[in-house]
């Protein structure tokens, strides 16, 4: 029997009596935790797929020890800049000794507890639309007081620009009628 567990925000298979390290968890060594974030369960060849989770499903397990894991070295180089940088990283771990995947489980007061704060959560951003619909009311009032009118200059750079274009457009008309008049002596002669 094996179970994919959701444990501080990562996914892992589970069997009995396996250690695995995974991110620190809240509680002294020695002491028991309990995972109800089941992804999917495989009992002796039946399947069982949650969506999200698989109801009634519990992984038990006890934390072994806190501990960190081995040093990660992380080195930055540009080469012919003269840059580098060298920095280390040690992530805090927790050991934990999976004890039982128990099926048939109902939800604990302290999971029920914690959907019932989703549900609140969830229900204050209708409370913020509610508000935030009297809110224009608001400004609208606080707009009918007169705004001083700013002025702004126009830029000179702009009317300097333009002229050299209307030159321009008028000089390849020019050069347009230079070869007629001299088609036109060409003729004359």
Do not use: W
Request: charged share 40%; proline share 4%; hydrophobic share 35%.
């Amino acid at each position: 029997m094996y179970a994919i567990v959701e444990i501080a925000g990562q996914q892992f298979k589970v069997e009995k009596e396996q250690e695995i390290f995974v991110h620190r968890l809240q509680g002294d060594a020695g002491s028991a935790v309990e995972f109800d974030d089941v992804m999917l369960l495989d009992n002796e060849g039946t399947v069982s797929v949650g969506t999200p989770t698989v109801d009634g499903v519990q992984v038990k397990a006890k934390i072994v020890e806190h501990m960190r894991a081995d040093k990660v070295t992380v080195f930055h180089k540009k080469r012919r800049k003269g840059y580098q940088k060298q920095n280390g990283h040690r992530q805090y771990m927790s050991k934990i000794l999976i004890e039982d995947i128990l099926t048939g489980v109902k939800k604990t007061a302290k999971a029920a507890s914690e959907k019932k704060e989703e549900v609140k959560a969830e229900a204050k951003p209708e409370v913020k639309a509610a508000k935030a619909k009297e809110a224009p009311k608001a400004k609208a009032e606080t707009k009918e007081a007169p705004k001083k009118e700013v002025k702004k200059a126009a830029p000179k750079a702009k009317a300097k620009t333009a002229k050299p274009k209307a030159e321009a457009k008028a000089k390849p008309a020019a050069k347009k009628a230079a070869p007629k008049a001299k088609e036109e002596k060409k003729d004359d002669q």
